[in-house]
């Protein structure tokens, strides 16, 4: 039976463009009418104002949720749903200046120089921001706070670790299923070769209670307490004639004995004891936290399993959130909406053209993965870096490399060798 | 080394250097953005390339001389933090604030991509970075890398993948002097087609023109006829030859801003304002003068506008 009641609705495509149930369940349109004022202000301020905060500081206030460490680290905040607070503003005005190691303010930040420049409009000045800010944060996040420290030790541990059996490292870095490397950033977890490579069903609390026994000595709350005082006076030394800014080695303070004759450091013997009981892998963050259970005082500011909240569907954390000691490790600010695994873009990478240079453009690749493992070379791109830099590019970073790697050796005589080898390979392909 | 540092900055003692300089005030002045591009790129200008979201300082070695859609540029950047030891340090740019500039990295993107116009550099500075090489030069030298190697490099690696990224669009661009190439090909069918008319289906000059420019359709019968005679029932397609100066033309940042946000259903945006502006002046006859290209121009950014609008809500709402 045919329906009679229901009146037949014309669409007015001229009257309602976005179809006519839009006015009542879309929300309207966003329009930028191409005003800057924010622009305006910086301009006629010659740096940021109240107007500039006020819109960074909504989005500093959205990209803190995910790091309440750094919520921490300004007093007396007063939180109330939907408002601004200090914090926020805070980390929007820290945003806009860089300050020298007496805390004085040296100059603005590149990024937000940038973000002022290439923005045409408030609005595109806020949604442009989002980037910026975020790294900004994450960097702080993985530099300055106890926590962020306290992972960048035991991403450095996990590195170095090796077998005294075999010599080769005893943990290995993983990238997640599904974590698409060259798009977002890759996601990694850490596991003990010999066991399974999938994602721990473990908590931190289950895995802290087994490695509760393990024989570590703990440095006292105290210690840490003045590590982190003095710490957190310091800030960074700025150099006026390049305009670069150094990071000054702040005190430590020692988790377990170091490694000796006939037993390794006890450090290491916990991190094993962690990942055996995970018998899988986990991501760095959550390794921290299994030590904060027992050790809450080394980042007294952490909320132990707040990152959880931050998994994505594949149960890894997510890459801004997941970084390294540098703060950009595994998410290197990947070239936006880039599918580097499309067809398109492999072959027709030849924009600098170096056909010419093959088999020296093979040495210097060798060499350079020898020299930095594929960790090392993951964080610098992968092979698209080896396949895609400049051949003189190549050459310098493998010199930078290798004057790292051997200080004892002087710059002169690494150039000499390097260029001998690079002859040698290119006569015997001749 | 940190003694060093100490010195240093001890000895120079211009600590706002770094704050919003003259240059930039200058460069940001909303009437010389306008001025400079509508004047268009050129050599030795430091500009701001952008693509979705994604930006990058680049200065322009110079325009392609066959196509000037393409400019060669070299990467640059305004934070000290990020040099390697492949690149320069330029102490004096057109922001007044020292830059990165990495000549190895040169590289032909399209113009199309190029944002925000920032000043100009001293032509003997831009000679220093071109050919990368400092000697001589009191205002550019060798950059260090930095002591956290596979961070700097990490970067260095995203922005050089980027720039390729760039270069390959610029590899998909319409081709330049369509005329050329249209004539052989597709009008001989169209004449040989419009012969037929007359020779098979006996028909007049006005019935023939209203067939092959404006969509009347032929009868079953003539289609018959015309297959019988080894023809297709609807004429060739016109191929359309855009001069090379609108195509030219659509590529200027210059209209980069209204086109932004145009979507022409995955087609080329610059490409059908280009198609649309040159139709539409083909049609007059009160000269073609640059006013006029851009007034053409204007009105196809207009056209382009309301369709993209309406037909981007129809699709929305399958």
């Not at chain 1, 109330?80 to 926020?88: A, W, Y």
């Not at chain 2, 953005?33 to 030795?44: C, T, Y």
């Not at chain 2, 430091?46 to 393409?70: A, F, K, N, S």
């Amino acid at each position: 039976m045919p329906r009679t009641n229901t009146k037949n609705v014309d669409w007015d495509a001229e009257k309602h463009p976005r179809g006519w149930y839009a006015e009542y369940f879309e929300a309207p349109p966003v329009t930028d009418d191409g005003t800057y004022t924010i622009g305006d202000e910086i301009r006629s301020n010659r740096g940021p104002g109240k107007k500039t905060h006020t819109a960074l500081a909504w989005v500093c206030k959205k990209k803190l949720n995910d790091y309440p460490d750094l919520h921490a680290i300004v007093e007396d905040s007063d939180s109330k749903n939907g408002q601004l607070n200090r914090v926020d503003k805070y980390w929007a005005e820290e945003f806009c200046i860089i300050r020298d190691g007496k805390k004085t303010p040296v100059g603005l930040r590149p990024a937000f120089i940038t973000l002022y420049l290439s923005s045409h409009s408030d609005r595109q000045f806020k949604r442009r921001s989002y980037v910026p800010v975020g790294h900004y944060l994450a960097k702080e996040f993985a530099q300055n706070t106890a926590f962020g420290r306290l992972r960048a030790r035991i991403e450095a541990r996990l590195e170095r670790c090796l077998s005294p059996q075999s010599g080769e490292s005893v943990f290995e870095k993983i990238p997640y299923e599904g974590a698409d490397a060259g798009k977002t950033g890759a996601q990694y977890g850490w596991h003990v070769r010999e066991l399974p490579a999938r994602l721990t069903s473990m908590s931190v609390f289950e895995l802290a209670d087994a490695v509760h026994t393990v024989d570590v000595l703990w440095p006292t709350p105290e210690e840490v307490e003045h590590v982190d005082m003095e710490r957190s006076s310091m800030g960074l030394e700025y150099d006026p004639t390049n305009g670069r800014l150094y990071r000054k080695r702040g005190p430590k303070y020692n988790i377990g004995k170091n490694a000796s004759k006939n037993r390794p450091a006890q450090l290491d013997t916990w991190l094993m004891a962690v990942l055996t009981a995970a018998n899988g892998s986990m991501p760095l963050s959550q390794i921290t936290e299994v030590m904060l259970v027992d050790h809450q005082y080394l980042a007294p500011d952490h909320q132990i399993g707040h990152l959880e909240i931050l998994e994505n569907d594949e149960g890894s954390i997510r890459a801004d959130v997941e970084t390294g000691a540098s703060g950009i490790y595994g998410q290197t600010f990947a070239p936006i909406n880039m599918d580097m695994s499309s067809s398109v873009f492999d072959a027709a990478y030849d924009g600098y053209n170096y056909n010419d240079d093959a088999y020296t453009r093979q040495t210097l690749s060798t060499i350079i993965r020898g020299k930095i493992g594929s960790a090392g070379l993951d964080a610098i791109g992968g092979e698209a870096f080896l396949e895609n830099s400049p051949t003189n590019a190549l050459r310098d970073f493998t010199i930078a490399l290798l004057c790292r790697l051997e200080p004892t050796r002087s710059r002169e005589e690494i150039v000499d060798q390097l260029d001998r080898t690079l002859q040698e390979s290119e006569g015997s392909n001749r | 080394m940190s003694s060093n540092v100490n010195n240093a900055s001890m000895t120079r003692s211009k600590p706002t250097s770094a704050f919003m300089t003259k240059e930039m005030l200058q460069v940001t002045d909303p009437k010389y953005r306008e001025h400079m591009l509508e004047a268009g790129p050129h050599a030795n200008q430091l500009w701001l390339v952008e693509q979705d979201e994604h930006t990058e300082y680049v200065m322009i070695v110079g325009l392609r001389e066959h196509d000037p859609r393409i400019a060669q540029v070299i990467p640059m950047s305004n934070d000290p933090a990020e040099q390697t030891a492949t690149g320069l340090i330029v102490e004096k740019t057109p922001l007044g604030i020292p830059m990165i500039a990495w000549p190895s990295l040169a590289i032909d993107i399209p113009i199309r991509l190029l944002s925000v116009p920032l000043g100009d550099f001293d032509a003997d500075i831009a000679q220093f970075i071109v050919h990368n090489d400092p000697t001589g030069s009191p205002e550019v030298y060798k950059a260090e890398d930095a002591d956290d190697l596979l961070e700097t490099y990490a970067l260095y690696s995203a922005r050089m993948i980027m720039f390729q990224h760039w270069w390959n669009i610029g590899q998909h661009l319409p081709p330049l002097h369509q005329a050329e190439h249209i004539e052989f090909a597709v009008s001989e069918d169209r004449a040989a087609y419009a012969k037929a008319l007359k020779t098979v289906l006996n028909m007049s000059t006005v019935e023939r023109n209203a067939v092959m420019n404006h969509g009347m359709k032929l009868t079953k019968t003539q289609q018959k006829k015309m297959e019988k005679a080894g023809f297709p029932t609807t004429p060739p397609e016109a191929q359309e030859a855009i001069p090379d100066e609108y195509l030219v033309a659509a590529e200027q940042p210059y209209w980069r801003k209204e086109l932004d946000g145009i979507d022409a259903d995955g087609n080329d945006v610059r490409l059908e304002i280009a198609r649309k502006a040159a139709f539409d002046l083909a049609a007059r006859t009160d000269g073609h003068g640059q006013q006029a290209v851009k007034g053409a121009f204007r009105k196809a950014i207009e056209s382009m506008k309301n369709t993209s609008a309406s037909s981007g809500t129809r699709k929305s709402k399958q």
